[in-house]
């Protein structure tokens, strides 16, 4: 049985920093709404650990907490966010 994440919203549980926590999960298509990023960047993001984000089949799913702390982290959104780590 596998889940279409344009309307299933599953509860995801984590406790553990950089991990998703007990919130709704919402489809990237729903986050760059939220955002004003493109469903693609966002998935790119979750690729590459910028995002929290969980690929559930094909679809990815994140929370609205997710894609606030994203946003709100401007070390995130740099460009190169290891550029400060050397």
Same mark, same amino acid.
């Given at each position: 049985?596998? !889940?279409?994440?344009?309307?299933?919203?599953?509860?995801?549980?984590?406790? @553990? &920093? =950089? #991990? /998703?926590?007990?919130?709704?999960?919402?489809?990237?298509?729903?986050?760059?709404? !939220?955002?004003?990023?493109?469903?693609?960047?966002?998935?790119?993001?979750? @690729? &590459? =650990? #910028? /995002?929290?984000?969980?690929?559930?089949?094909?679809?990815?799913?994140?929370?609205?907490?997710?894609?606030?702390?994203?946003?709100?982290?401007?070390?995130?959104?740099?460009?190169?966010?290891?550029?400060?780590?050397?």
């Amino acid at each position: 049985m596998g !889940l279409a994440a344009t309307n299933v919203r599953a509860p995801v549980t984590g406790l @553990r &920093k =950089g #991990r /998703l926590e007990d919130e709704e999960l919402i489809p990237l298509s729903e986050a760059a709404a !939220l955002s004003g990023l493109t469903p693609e960047h966002l998935a790119w993001l979750a @690729r &590459k =650990g #910028r /995002l929290r984000a969980k690929k559930v089949g094909r679809d990815w799913l994140t929370t609205k907490g997710a894609v606030l702390e994203y946003l709100g982290n401007s070390f995130m959104r740099s460009q190169n966010p290891r550029k400060n780590l050397r």
